[in-house]
């Protein structure tokens, strides 16, 4: 499975924006996915998943209630809509693919190339 994310960029806070992750592959519909993001300085951290059916979701508590992961399973593509953005949130922001549930966060099967997200106060 090869990943790509886009749909970063520059924004205000209190704005929105939605990253795309879009998969390669007939078996992106059996994986788990998440996002990860990794602001300059700091180590990456989990952001949000959801399990291969949709049916399933979690998400870190820094962004719980302002974040909302997705995926359409047709389309190979997984969603971050990303409402009441930060300046804490800037980071890149990365999609991942995994099959144990919840995700193995330091043992995820594949990663994608990141996205810049700045939110700018």
């Known amino acids: 499975v090869q990943l790509q994310a886009s749909g970063g960029g520059l924004v205000q806070a209190g704005d929105s924006l939605r990253l795309s992750c879009a998969a390669s592959?007939?078996?992106?519909?059996?994986?788990?996915m998440g996002w990860f993001r990794q602001a300059p300085g700091k180590e990456r951290e989990f952001v949000a998943a959801?399990?291969?059916?949709?049916?399933?979701?979690y998400y870190a508590d820094s962004v719980k209630g302002r974040f909302t992961i997705s995926r359409d399973n047709a389309k190979n593509t997984v969603y971050l809509q990303m409402n009441s953005l930060k300046p804490e949130d800037t980071a890149v922001y990365y999609c991942?693919?995994?099959?144990?549930?919840?995700?193995?966060?330091?043992?995820?099967?594949?990663w994608g190339k990141g996205t810049q997200v700045t939110v700018s106060s």
């Open positions: 991942a693919a995994d099959k144990t549930w919840p995700l193995n966060y330091y043992g995820m099967d594949y």
């Open positions: 592959g007939r078996t992106f519909s059996s994986y788990n």
């Open positions: 959801i399990r291969w059916s949709g049916g399933s979701t």
